[in-house]
């Protein structure tokens, strides 16, 4: 029986191609926190080569997208001198110093927008890789594992006024206030009462900023017993059973906030701030994870959304390992990064001497993470601030996408697009037809879909879904991520260097030949002809 003839390679094909990397290191290390200076740290000692990546300080117009936190706006001048953010980073980190000193090859004001690893369709990898970006170039770096400790972002929810200047999240409060040292305000409110809040209040009177109150929207505080009484007695109280209604202002940003009371939306209070803090929760930043592939699942008990990880912080992929508040938030960063760092180390089949801390579990992160108090109290907020606010309320800034509009599944109104059949549609119909997905709302409302890159109102919009759909929350869905996960300038794209071999397959990239045929020359001998003169096989 003679053996059956093989076509000959398609020669358009990716497959054999090699990817231009620019540097490869043997662990590198995402996030400069606690547990990503720890992880690198730990590396470094035992002898790897490592890369510790951190994208703070962030650029100005980073800044100004609310990205990767929510600024609201309140930046002073100082973020238009990255020279000067850059030792302010490193005086409010001595861990960065501790890195560099044991031959932590650091990059600061680096992002890393993508990461990759063999899996299917990507078994051409000889090694795992990153895509790394400054405001000049963006580059890729092969790696043999991945530790990523990327922290945490800023859960949001929009009352009306709340896309003015001085409405931002906690983790931008903390890094504007303590990182760079650059916050614009004076006299803030704190929205929320567990420890996040307790904890954000007690910064900005210790820097000396005035604190008007808190605002909870339950009937008691939610955080320990002690801090709040430490608030009381420096003359700051929490006001329980309210929320956030409107915020007044001008151009420059809030000068006030009325709240409103849950059980009497009529009864509201003002007060004169320019910032409102809010500091309801986090949310474990997985953006990367996502785009891995990392087995995930939902654990509101550890802030949402985490990565599914060992004891030692190996995820479900072989190469990356989590730490820190990205694995679940709560708990002794430095000691999660040690962890992962030596798990790193292991596999590597490098020595490492067995430390307490190899062996111990999650107890570190068992209790109720800080600033989160679970879906339940997000729900609370959520269904609170519908109650007294009304649908008019933008859900989603950058796409001006009101609650109103995502109940009822509206299309774009930029689109001034109307029919009778999406008008007899809402989330309760929706619902009818199958789970309620948050990818699907996105490509039917454009909800999340602006350049903050949806973290200022993911969890805001899942929530509504889940209230719209008449559903539990923790049925929704994560929205996927992808890969850019932070923006890009079209100059630092355009500068991207590939080899010969990958560009000269780009016309028919995919086996795709006809994608670049016209459609009126599609079936016509004009068609053949373009094939023949520049597509020949």
Known sequence: MTEPTLPPPDRFSIAGKSITVEEHVEILVVGAGEAGCAAAIEAARAGASVLLV??????????????????????????????????????????????FDVGVDVRLSTSVWGAWVKAPGLNGLASGIAGLADEEKSWLVGFDRLVL??????????????????VMGAQGFHTLLARYDAFAGRRIVVVGSGDLALDTAALALDRGLDVVALIEVRDTPQGSVEKVAALAARGVGVVNGHVPLRA?????????????????????????????????????????????????????ERGGHVPIVSEDGATSLP?????????????????????????????????????????????????????????DYHFDWARAMLATGGEDVLACICEDVTRGDLLGVKPPRYLDWRSNAIARRDLTTLAEDGPVNQDQIKRLTRACMGPCQA????????????????????????????????????????????????????????????????????????????????MPY
């Open 54 to 99: 951190d994208e703070n300080p962030v650029p100005a117009g980073l800044v100004g997208m609310d990205v990767p936190f929510h600024f609201g706006g309140r930046a002073t001048n100082a973020v238009q001198t990255p020279e000067r953010l850059v030792e302010r980073v490193l005086e409010s980190n001595s861990a960065l110093a501790e890195a």
């Open 149 to 166: 400790a990327t922290g945490a972002r800023d859960l949001n929810f929009t009352f009306a006024g709340s896309d003015r200047p001085g």
């Open 248 to 300: 007044h202002g001008n151009a420059e940003g809030i000068t006030g906030l009325v709240a409103a009371r849950c059980s009497d939306p009529e009864d509201c209070g003002e007060v004169a701030c320019d910032t409102v803090v809010m500091a309801i929760g986090s949310v474990p930043a997985i953006e990367l994870l996502d785009v891995l592939g990392a087995r995930r699942t939902l654990a509101p």
């Open 319 to 375: 190469r990356v390992f989590a730490a820190g508040d990205c694995s679940g938030l709560g708990g002794d960063a430095a000691a999660s990064g040690k962890r992962a760092g030596r798990a790193a180390l292991r596999s590597l089949g490098k020595a490492v001497e067995a430390a307490a801390s190899d062996t111990e579990a999650h107890a570190d992160a068992a209790g109720l993470p800080t600033g989160s108090g679970g879906l």
């Open 455 to 534: 973290r200022r109102c993911r969890e805001q919009v899942a929530v509504m879904m889940a209230l719209g759909a008449g559903v539990a929350p923790e049925t929704v869905p994560l929205a996927g991520y992808r890969a850019p996960v932070r923006p890009l300038p079209l100059s630092v794209l355009a500068d991207w260097q590939e080899g010969a071999d990958m560009d000269a397959g780009w016309n028919v990239w995919f086996g795709i030949a006809t994608q670049w045929i016209g459609y009126e020359d599609i079936g016509t001998e004009r068609e053949a002809e373009q094939l023949r003169a520049g």
